[in-house]
């Protein structure tokens, strides 16, 4: 949980900063491919820093530096291929190269048993585009709850639905000792309590593991 708020908070601030709209990874999902705004891999890469891609061409567009595609067999999560953008002297352009090999050169590896998380899954009609992170907002949405990979459940909303579910899910974690504590850390980094509020309903489904409603 720790972990994750760091990477947000790193995130919004890098967002605010370049303002620009990241490239998302992606997830197969019932047969079906889709964008995720989840990065799971940044768990992973937080504890093994020395597996982390390198040799891409790094931007604003795409902070992490990879492009992960997921998918979700038999209802274990995997991780299918990790791409990263290099330049070609010859096209004079960048292209998209495959390091799944780098990163996990054993299959057995590519098993994520070790991710607990909301993958959140957009989907139809784009309805807001913010040019910023993962701002923008879409027609439909699914929450998929994974816990030590495993696939637990999902929720498919439209847009309203999964607004409304966001705020049930910050009501419910504001109930928890654990917001109590990242509220007096991020009142230790100078936070106002808005502001704090703010952060975390709008981020709720990233950092908290499991869905608090039903």
Do not use: C
Request: proline letters at 2%; glycine letters at 4%; hydrophobic letters at 35%.
């Amino acid at each position: 949980m720790k972990i994750i708020l760091v990477i947000l908070l790193s995130v919004f601030s890098f967002a605010k900063v370049f303002a620009t709209a990241q490239y998302p990874d992606r997830i197969v999902f019932n047969n079906k491919e889709y964008s995720l705004l989840t990065n799971p891999l940044e768990k992973y890469f937080e504890k093994n820093e020395d597996k982390r891609p390198k040799g891409g061409v790094m931007s604003t567009a795409l902070w992490r530096g990879y492009v992960a595609t997921f998918e979700i067999i038999e209802n274990q999560l995997y991780v299918k291929d990790i791409k990263i953008q290099i330049w070609n002297e010859k096209s004079d352009d960048t292209e998209w190269k495959s390091v799944i090999n780098e990163v996990f050169p054993k299959t057995e590896d590519r098993k994520i048993d070790w991710f607990n998380g909301l993958l959140t899954l957009p989907y139809g009609e784009l309805i807001n585009y913010v040019h910023m992170g993962y701002g923008s907002t879409y027609e439909n949405y699914i929450i998929i709850e994974i816990e030590k990979g495993k696939y637990i459940k999902s929720k498919d909303l439209n847009f309203k639905e999964y607004e409304n579910l966001k705020e049930k899910q910050f009501e419910a974690y504001i109930k928890s000792n654990e917001y109590l504590e990242r509220k007096k850390e991020l009142k230790k980094d100078g936070w106002k309590q808005k502001d704090i509020d703010g952060f975390l309903r709008s981020f709720v489904t990233e950092y908290t593991e499991k869905l608090l409603i039903e």
